[in-house]
């Protein structure tokens, strides 16, 4: 038969085995739903680069060879088409 203190000892123990594992499980939950939000993320980046591809194409149809920058949303053509 356990004495009281080691009763409480298990119990401690056990009780801390119980959250240690429930925050490992909390934890595990939210790793995936970052892997899938991050997944979603790279999705809508490789949508956008598209897009922007497809822009530049047409602003060099338009006004010739360049570069986009898209902070200053201003098209440079390349010195060499001018």
């Known amino acids: 038969m356990l004495t009281k ?7 401690r123990i056990k009780d ?3 959250s240690n594992r429930s925050e490992i499980q909390i934890t595990q939950n939210e ?7 991050i997944n ?11 897009e ?6 047409k602003l ?3 006004y010739g ?10 098209y440079k053509i390349d010195d060499k088409n001018k």
């Open 65 to 74: 060879q360049g570069v986009l920058d898209p902070i200053q949303l201003t």
């Open 52 to 57: 922007e591809r497809t822009f530049v194409e």
């Open 5 to 11: 203190k080691e009763i409480e000892k298990a119990n």
């Open 31 to 37: 790793m995936e739903g970052l892997s899938i939000r």
């Open 40 to 50: 979603e993320l790279l999705d809508n980046l490789e949508k956008i680069r598209n």
């Open 16 to 18: 801390d085995f119980r």
């Open 60 to 62: 060099s149809k338009k």
